[in-house]
């Protein structure tokens, strides 16, 4: 059964609205998947479209593959700032490569450790392989940094804590340690339930 965490998604685009009549970026800004898909189709995305918009747009529209180019673009432009490898690892996150996520979360973290996607995200990340103990600590950073505003990232961490409990060693299953002799001077240790 696959774990269902939700991935926040925060995105911090700013300023949209006071853009030029003539800006290329007005053309995808707001924009749906298909025009999305026929921007990237159409050669690529024009110079001066901030891949960072576009990608959070893709993302939006359940676009992970035209996200991650675009965050990959972004990348190029803004260098690699906490706010893009944040969205290259949310976007590799939702397309299920959850290691190389995992790098590039903890890289954005590297460079703020405040940024609040990248925990929730990191967090997600880890519960996914089975994490629990160090997924809590992200989600709880997350949940701190935020000051408890988001109730999914609220949601995370309490499943987080549940399943960290879950596997909790259960005093009640107590094992009896046996040894049995297996040759001289060589033994084997066995479990068995009291």
Request: charged share 25%; proline share 4%.
């Amino acid at each position: 059964m696959r774990l269902k965490l939700l991935i926040t998604a925060i995105l911090f685009v700013a300023g949209c609205s006071g853009l030029p009549q003539d800006s290329p970026e007005r053309d995808l800004v707001g924009a749906g998947p298909d025009q999305m898909a026929r921007a990237q189709r159409g050669g690529d995305i024009p110079e001066a479209v901030d891949g960072l918009i576009v990608g959070h747009r893709a993302m939006a529209a359940g676009e992970f593959e035209i996200a991650l180019r675009a965050y990959t673009r972004a990348a190029v432009t803004h260098g690699p700032s906490v706010d893009v490898l944040s969205a290259i690892g949310s976007a590799n996150l939702r397309l299920g490569r959850i290691g190389q996520a995992e790098q590039d979360l903890r890289r954005a973290l590297e460079q703020d450790s405040t940024f609040v996607p990248a925990h929730n995200n990191l967090g997600v990340a880890l519960a996914e392989q089975g994490k629990w103990g160090e997924a809590e600590l992200h989600f709880r950073n997350a949940f701190t940094y935020d000051a408890g505003r988001s109730g999914e990232i609220r949601e995370n961490l309490l499943l987080a804590i549940e399943n960290k409990e879950k596997n909790r060693y259960d005093e009640s299953e107590a094992h009896q340690l046996l040894l049995m002799r297996r040759g001289s001077g060589r033994y084997l240790l066995l479990s068995a339930p009291l």
